[in-house]
C-alpha cells in the first residue's frame, strides 16, 4: 500500500471523491515514499552487512585502504572481518574472520606444538575470490610465530572421471558464478 493510499484511509470518507484532497494525498503520498527509501538507505548503512555508500567510512575508521575497484561484497568482507579480529587470538576467531570472506564451509585449526594454523575451504572449489584479502586479515592477526597454510579444494581426476558432462557444466557454472561446489 502506498504513502497516499494510507493517508487517504486517515482521512474521513467524505474526502475519497473530493478531487482536490485526492491530488494533495497523492503528492503528499510521493513524497513520503522518497522519505522512506532514503531513511531505509540510511539504516542500511548502519551495518557492514547492508552498507553501500558508507563503506569508504567505515573503511577509514578500521584504517582500511580504500580500493573503489573492488565490489562491495568483498569491501564488506574486509570490513567485516577487521570488526571481528580484535581481542584474544585463538582457533574460533581465526574461523570467524575467514567465515567473513568465504560463504561456504571453512575449517580452521591450530597446532600450537607445529606453530602451524591450517585453514582448510570445504565447499568453495579453486581459488576463492577474495583470498589475498583473507591472507591480509589472517596475517594482521596471527601470531607472529605461527606459519599458516590455506587448502584449498579441486576435483580430483576420478570425480571428473564420474561426473557426466551436464554435472561438469553444472559445476563450471557455479565456480564462475561465484558459488561453491
Known amino acids: ?3 497516499a493510499e494510507v493517508l487517504m484511509t486517515l482521512l474521513p470518507p467524505l474526502y475519497e471523491n473530493v478531487l482536490e484532497m485526492q491530488l494533495l494525498t497523492e503528492t ?7 522519505l522512506t ?24 575508521d578500521l584504517q582500511i585502504p580504500t580500493n573503489q ?6 569491501r564488506r568482507s574486509v570490513i567485516i572481518s577487521k570488526m571481528r579480529g ?17 560463504s561456504g564451509g571453512i575449517d ?13 575451504f570445504i565447499d568453495t572449489w579453486g581459488l576463492p575470490p577474495n583470498l589475498d584479502d583473507l591472507k591480509s586479515a589472517i596475517e594482521d592477526i596471527k ?11 579441486y576435483l580430483t ?3 571428473v572421471e564420474s561426473m557426466t558432462l551436464d554435472e561438469i557444466e553444472q559445476t563450471r557454472q557455479d565456480k564462475f558464478a561465484g558459488g561453491g561446489a
Not at 575497484?69 to 568483498?74: C, E, S, Y
Not at 584474544?88 to 574472520?97: A, C, F, R
Not at 580452521?108 to 582448510?120: A, H, N, Q, T
Open 1 to 3: 500500500m502506498s504513502k
Open 28 to 34: 503528499e503520498g510521493v513524497e513520503l515514499d522518497k
Open 37 to 60: 527509501v532514503g531513511l531505509e538507505s540510511v539504516l542500511d548503512q548502519f551495518y557492514p552487512e547492508s552498507a553501500t555508500w558508507a563503506l569508504e567510512r567505515y573503511e577509514r
Open 69 to 74: 575497484a573492488k565490489p562491495d561484497d568483498q
Open 86 to 102: 580484535s581481542g584474544k587470538v585463538s582457533g574460533s576467531m581465526l574461523k570467524n574472520v575467514a567465515q567473513a570472506y568465504e
Open 108 to 120: 580452521v585449526s591450530v597446532d600450537s606444538g607445529e606453530y602451524r594454523i591450517l585453514i582448510r
Open 143 to 153: 601470531p607472529a610465530h605461527m606459519t599458516v597454510e590455506y587448502r584449498l579444494r
Open 157 to 159: 581426476i576420478v570425480e
